[in-house]
């Protein structure tokens, strides 16, 4: 297993669209191998392919027994009710900010044995689902922020 490299903002792959995973070889089991490695190195709760430079639709998610993968995964449904919580990113180290975000979510993707899985999610869990599957469409939770929230951020407050 590697540790990989942790792309920064303002790192332009960060706002690239990623691209479904067709076949789930043994390159794509070495890269979530990694991930998983690279996000507890660093202490992270998730981690989105194109974050170690990868525009691969693949997450990893600290569910609450272990980090789990997630392939080409997708929100089936979001509650309306919303919650704001402060949340940060490995890929903008030392920020922590408050993001609103739906409180519960279902979502479907592939697991690494190729089975298609569906997972119900709420709290922290359902905010690192969001938070991760934003990062495979190039968004960014300072994209997330409201008006005023940036214009505080703008003048570095
Ligand atoms: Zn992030």
């Excluded at 190195?41 to 194109?50: S, Y």
């Excluded at 940060?88 to 697991?111: D, M, T």
Aim: hydrophobic share 40%; aromatic share 6%.
């Amino acid at each position: 297993m590697n540790i990989l490299d942790i792309k920064k903002y303002p790192d332009s792959i960060l706002k690239k669209k990623s691209l479904e995973v067709g076949e789930i070889d043994d390159n794509t089991k070495t890269l979530i191998g990694d991930m998983i490695e690279t996000m507890e190195k660093a202490k992270g709760l998730g981690l989105a392919a194109p974050q170690v430079g990868v525009l691969k639709r693949i997450i990893i998610v600290r569910t609450e027994k272990e980090p789990l993968p997630f392939i080409n995964p997708k929100i089936l449904k979001m509650s309306r009710e919303k919650e704001k919580k402060e949340e940060g990113c490995l890929s903008l180290p030392g920020l922590r900010l408050e993001i609103k975000r739906s409180k519960w979510v279902e979502v479907e993707a592939i697991n690494e044995n190729k089975e298609k899985v569906q997972i119900s999610a709420d709290g922290l869990v359902a905010r690192i689902f969001q938070h991760e599957i934003d990062h495979l469409n190039g968004v960014l939770f300072v994209d997330r922020l409201s008006f005023f929230q940036r214009l505080k951020f703008k003048l570095g407050l």
